[in-house]
């Protein structure tokens, strides 16, 4: 395109400053740097840039003009008024506040003496721009946010984005240590009295070096006992990465705190750092966390326990609660008395804020669900689910998407829908945007409502609260009122968000609880089951759906069973292979199944059948699909590429131009799971990766056919072909260095991995794709997606395509919608 030359020296002098200079020996910052003045802008109005809008394609007039080569210096910017800089100080504790850092940026300079790594030391910020290169910030102003950063002699840049407040501080400190400890971003355990052997923890390691540090180890003691030591995964150079570490248990040490003595070690045992961090150490009868290692990216995440007194010899219920917006799980779980019937836990989010309980979220309280089933050892029909304010919205989102796990729900000071709540509305006012709002459909509960229909219901809501105001349970009320006969309803007289414990522990919910417990599947004989992805949620009881017509529309299935039991009949929407286990529904044979408009009858007891519609539209058995295939172990969406222990790989095989890109976006991801996520993501370069050394992980993989030679390995077969100069769809191609995509495939070499690519044709077309917002809660991304160059200044006008593949992972069977469609 015409501006790709001036960005291919852009960033090759991106990397030739920040990628190749060497640490200068003997010159250091010896005080922090605390930035006191700056220039601030602001984009349009708060309407038109909300602080909380959750878009796929983040507009930014200027990263724009950074990205392709325009100064964004304030006196050298009024070629561009819409930037409109003005200079500001910060206060005395050091914040920049301006209304502008609602939906704007700030931009801040430093003269350096001499080239050197620094720790970038800020909060408030979304994203940190540092001489160009995308960084990872601290939008919620945690304070944990400390990034290695290179700089050059001369003038560095730092454009910081705006984060969840309109305030920002930024300091430049010196490195400590080239590896050092981290207490910014911890996850303890609690240590259990009765317990022995080791818990897991994690804690932040920053490299501060140009080379990646590898065989480090992390030594523990607790008071004065026996060192374990911890074999550290590699950290990549000039980044952080959260790595977990063994603690060893106690034995007859009963104060209930004691502390932990951490040592960092290199690889040839010189000690480079130590911390000393508290520890609770708890019995397993109180109040306590409990961590593990998560199957989505192998760091360690915590859930809270709140044990019930239930007696010896009885099957305990489960209560399972999650926790509103800022709250951790530890604080979620102490708010409830201890049960006499019933054991409570609250899983994390993956963070205070996390992913709202959707995308990571939700996968963060499936593994804890499947691991409190595992411990408690539950009444398996005395399942409940919980929550309040965002936690509530779980309790919405979780129980429409997973019907038959619960007995009953209780959402407290809950938003049925993300987009409810946030002051922001979807644009979808072309096929392309609606396109992006079909692949959202799993996070909208409303179109999932007669799921509802599976279990009680109980809403619990402060009439007065004035951060979710009770409008959206009124809203839940009326909705339920038209079809479900079994929910109660409670408005607190001038309840506010939260006006005590009781806001979540409210004992005539827990009553409701009592009386309802989950049907054995034997018992059910009429289902409605309704979901938007099978990848996401695909059975309910006796019933699987494993593909459908068309990808994340919603699919419905109702069936009854007749009086005599010797009958099932019902109806289907959007749905084109089922799975029925008869071996659970109360059926007798012969059986005859009357499905839409097909009729099957079975003359012999079988255990199973599966149902495929015909291009004719009717049913008939068949069988299940291949594991090549889409299905419920791997149905696509760009997301669900990130699990599976994911691992980001990045090319190496390009110009130092290109390698720069690959590895600062993979590293750019990395920082930003790291911090929403609290996750712990291994980067490597291609070069290091090869498929048997690292089985049945998710990929990602960062830049093309030409510049990673992961791609041969893993997309030779891909129906998108990416290299430079050109992107291959089928017949379809784009030419020019422009262009940039995001897409899924199926890892060949795996029956449930996948393969993410964030690839571009160019210098250009890399630079179009470097955002990350398919790590924000709220925005959702389907099979494929294909930008231009424009797209920080025209947001979704810049998508030239996007959609899905077919049920084969195929294109020609895929649905798309294209930019001359609009």
């Known amino acids: ?48 840039y909300p602080r909380y809008a959750r878009t796929e ?40 506040k301006h209304k502008y850092l609602a939906s704007g940026g700030l931009y801040l300079e430093y003269e350096s003496p001499s080239d050197r790594v620094v720790i970038l030391d800020a909060s408030g910020h979304g994203k940190a721009y540092v001489n160009g290169v995308p960084r990872e910030g601290d939008h919620f102003g945690f304070g944990i946010t400390k990034v290695p950063v290179q700089l050059t002699k001369g003038r560095n840049t730092f454009y910081l984005t705006s984060g969840r407040n309109p305030e920002i501080r930024a300091a430049l400190r010196a490195v400590e240590s ?15 009295q009765e317990e022995t052997g080791f818990k897991w923890a ?55 705190e004691v502390a932990v003595q951490l040592r960092l070690l290199s690889a040839s045992g010189e000690e480079l750092g130590s911390l000393t961090l508290p520890l609770k150490n708890r019995t ?28 010896e010899g009885q099957a305990p219920a489960l209560f399972f609660s999650t926790h509103g917006a800022g709250v951790e799980a530890s604080g979620q779980a102490a708010v409830y008395t201890s049960k006499d019937w019933g054991h409570l836990i609250a899983p994390s989010n993956r963070g205070p804020f996390g992913f709202a309980w ?41 129980g429409a998407s997973y019907p038959d796990y619960w007995a009953a729900i209780g959402p407290a000071a809950g938003y049925a829908e993300l987009h409810d709540w946030i002051e922001h509305v979807r644009k979808v006012e072309t096929p392309i945007q ?66 005590g414990n009781h806001s979540a522990d409210w004992p005539p919910m827990f009553d409701f609880f009592k009386s309802h417990q989950l049907p054995l599947p034997g018992q059910v004989r009429k289902l409605e089951f309704q979901t938007a992805s099978p990848g996401i949620s695909s059975r309910s009881h006796w019933v699987t759906l494993y593909q ?16 005599d039991s010797l009958s099932l009949q019902g109806t289907t929407q959007n749905a084109t292979v089922l799975h029925l286990d008869l071996s659970k529904a109360a059926v007798l044979f012969p059986l005859l199944i009357a499905l839409d408009e097909s009729q099957l009858r079975l003359e012999r007891a079988v255990k199973e059948i599966t149902l495929v519609r015909t291009d004719t539209g009717e049913w008939e058995v068949g069988t299940l699909p291949s594991r090549d295939e889409k299905g419920p172990h791997r149905y696509g969406g760009f997301k669900d590429a990130f699990r599976h222990r994911m691992i980001f790989v990045y090319g190496t095989q390009g110009s130092p131009e290109e390698n720069a890109w690959n590895f600062y976006k993979a590293r750019f991801d990395a920082e930003t799971f790291g911090y929403r996520g609290n996750g712990a993501i291994e980067l490597l370069p291609d070069r290091q990766f090869s498929p048997e050394a690292y089985p049945d992980r998710g990929v990602i993989l960062y830049g093309n056919a030409d510049t990673n030679s992961v791609w041969k390995q893993l997309l030779a077969e891909s129906p998108v072909q990416v290299r430079r100069g050109e992107m291959k769809l089928g017949e379809r191609v784009w030419t020019g260095e422009g262009w940039g995509c995001y897409f899924i495939q199926p890892r060949p070499d795996s029956d449930i991995a996948s393969v993410g690519v964030v690839a571009g044709t160019g210098p250009t077309g890399f630079a179009a794709v470097h955002a990350n917002h398919y790590f924000l809660a709220g925005t959702a991304f389907p099979d494929l997606t294909i930008v231009g160059a424009e797209v920080f200044e025209t947001g979704y006008g810049a998508v030239v395509g996007t959609g899905y593949f077919g049920n084969d992972w195929g294109a020609e069977t895929g649905d798309f919608v294209w930019k001359e469609n609009r």
């Not at 309280?365 to 779980?394: C, N, W």
């Not at 068309?550 to 069973?561: K, T």
Request: no cysteine; aromatic share 10%; proline share 6%.
């Open 358 to 398: 959707e995308d990571w979220g939700r996968l963060d309280a499936l593994e804890v669900l499947e691991i409190g089933k595992k411990r408690f050892q539950p009444d398996r029909q005395k399942i409940y689910l919980t929550g309040h304010s965002m936690g509530g919205h779980a309790s919405w989102y979780l």
């Open 178 to 192: 080239p590896v050092q400890l981290s207490d910014d971003q911890l996850t303890l355990p609690d240590l259990i």
């Open 202 to 256: 994690g804690i932040k390691v920053i490299n501060a070096t140009e080379t990646a540090a590898t065989d480090y180890r992390i030594l523990a003691r607790v008071e004065g006992g026996e060192e374990m030591s911890t074999a550290l995964p590699v950290i990549e150079k000039l980044t952080s990465r959260i790595v977990p570490f063994r603690i060893p248990e106690l034995e007859g040490v009963l104060r209930s």
């Open 1 to 48: 395109m015409y501006m790709h030359n001036r960005l291919r020296g852009f960033l090759l002098l991106l990397f030739l400053l920040s990628g190749l200079l060497s640490i200068s020996q003997g010159q250091t910052i010896t005080q922090p740097i605390v930035f006191t003045e700056g220039w601030v802008t602001g984009f349009g109005t708060p309407e038109k």
């Open 434 to 499: 609606r396109m992006f709002a079909r692949a959202g459909n799993a996070q909208r509960t409303r179109l999932l409502h007669r799921n509802y229909l599976h279990f009680g219901v109980y809403i619990n809501h402060g009439d007065a609260d004035a951060v979710v105001p009770v409008r959206h349970a009124r809203e839940m009320r009326q909705l339920l009122a038209g079809f479900h006969p079994d929910f109660s309803y409670y408005e607190y007289p001038g309840g506010g968000h939260w006006y």
């Open 548 to 563: 459908q017509t068309h990808p994340y529309q919603i699919s419905e299935v109702d069936l009854a069973l007749g009086a």
């Open 57 to 96: 394609f983040p507009v930014d007039p200027v990263i724009s003009r950074l990205l392709s080569s325009k100064s964004i210096r304030p006196e050298g910017s009024q070629d561009s008024p819409s930037l409109d800089w003005e200079p500001i100080e910060a206060d005395a504790e050091g914040y920049f």
């Open 284 to 311: 397993a009868g109180g109040l306590h966390n409990r961590t593990f290692i998560s199957s989505i990216d192998g760091s360690v995440q915590y859930y809270a326990v709140q044990p019930g007194q239930v007696p």
